[in-house]
């Protein structure tokens, strides 16, 4: 295991909760429409625009606006979730996730961002996690989001290790088979009945140590 590719939302902090309040807001005010709950996890891992897509089907709306309104609603919506994380402090890490970051430093693996989202160097930033890491990959530079390799694919890029020699970690089913197709073991976090594909389960972020992620990747 030489290189750690993570997702950041929902594995280094809980801002699924923050994307899920402002795509419902949206999808109330501008749409008319109710989110169902389901959604939060439906969204997770898919990219800004891949987002508003599936809540424009959702309300049966596909066609209804031209891409110049549809992009003025997602940017809506980041309006209203900037908001949200602005809040955002080290307080707010998901347990056991700077203890992991210290091990792998220790251990000379090199750590990787492979986030579906724009907002990924500012989060960090203000989770003070920016320094803990050697690279975040762009995924405006990417062609395809998850469940596609691409992310995946740069995040290992940036840090020069074949992704074969990395491990991903997700709570996304999106973002396990993302890693899966980038050729690295995956990791997820969260529920084993929604993470089937993953190389190994664990139930929270507490659970993520180095010799898990070590096992993960031998097995
Ligand atoms: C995007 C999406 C959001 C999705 C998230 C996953 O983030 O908006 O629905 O859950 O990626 O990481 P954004 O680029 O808007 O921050
Ligand atoms: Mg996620």
């Known amino acids: 295991m030489q290189g750690v590719l993570f997702d950041l939302d929902g594995v280094i902090t809980d801002t699924a909760k923050f994307h899920f309040k402002a795509w419902s807001r949206l999808a109330k005010e ?7 709950a389901s959604f ?6 898919i990219s800004r625009i891949d987002s508003m897509n599936r809540i424009l089907k959702f309300a049966k709306m596909e066609n209804k606006y031209s891409a ?31 203890n992991l970051l210290d091990e792998l430093a220790v251990n000379k693996v090199k ?4 986030s579906a989202s724009k907002n990924a160097p500012f989060i960090l930033e203000k989770l003070g996690l920016r320094e803990q890491f050697d690279a975040i990959a762009d995924p405006a530079k990417v062609a395809h989001g998850k469940p596609a390799p691409d992310i995946f694919l740069e995040a290992a890029a940036k840090i020069d290790v074949d992704p074969t020699k990395c491990v991903g970690i997700e709570d996304a089913k999106a973002g396990v088979e993302a890693i899966k197709s980038a050729g690295a073991v995956a990791v997820g976090v969260g529920d084993s009945n929604d993470l089937k594909e993953a190389d190994s ?3 929270s ?3 993520l140590t ?10």
């Open 201 to 203: 389960v664990v139930a």
């Open 68 to 98: 110049d309104e549809v992009d003025a609603m997602a940017q809506y919506k980041n309006e209203l979730y900037l908001k949200e994380i602005g809040k955002l402090t080290q307080t707010d890490i998901f347990p056991g996730i700077e």
């Open 210 to 219: 180095y010799s898990v992620l070590e096992q993960a990747f031998r097995k």
């Open 205 to 207: 972020t507490e659970e």
């Open 40 to 45: 939060e996890s439906d969204l997770k891992g």
């Open 30 to 36: 501008k749409l008319g429409v109710t989110l169902p």
């Open 111 to 114: 750590l990787s961002v492979a």
